[in-house]
Nanobody, 121 residues
């Protein structure tokens, strides 16, 4: 069993910054990609940023230049530094990780419960 726990969400004014963290724990053999998705009210969940175990990065066009994803492999933790926040960034942010365990060596996707980010204008 693998658990992902997010932290760092909250209320911030437009132009402000927040840093999200997500720590993975449990019967982890290895973690490939870790990333962040978000879902705004009435909209589908969308990719924000992803980072592979090798450090390859991918960002949604809407956050390029403002958000930075990073990870600490020793701590099984992924971070999302969000700067120059806009009201349209308001959403529940979910952590995702593709994790290999002893039982599921091929890897499975796990999700956190989400953390709310609210950006006021």
């Amino acid at each position: 069993q693998v658990q992902l726990v997010e932290s760092g969400g909250g209320l911030v004014q437009a132009g402000g910054s927040l840093r999200l963290s997500c720590a993975a724990s449990g019967s982890i053999f290895s973690i490939n990609a870790m990333g962040w998705y978000r879902q705004a009210p009435g909209k589908q969940r969308e990719l924000v940023a992803v980072i592979t175990s090798g450090g390859r990065l991918n960002y949604a066009d809407s956050v390029k230049g403002r958000f930075t994803i990073s990870r600490d492999n020793a701590k099984n933790t992924v971070y999302l530094q969000m700067n120059s926040l806009k009201p349209e960034d308001t959403a529940v942010y979910y952590c995702n990780a593709h994790v290999s365990t002893v039982i599921a060596t091929w890897g499975m996707d796990y999700w956190g419960k989400g953390t709310l980010v609210t950006v006021s204008s």
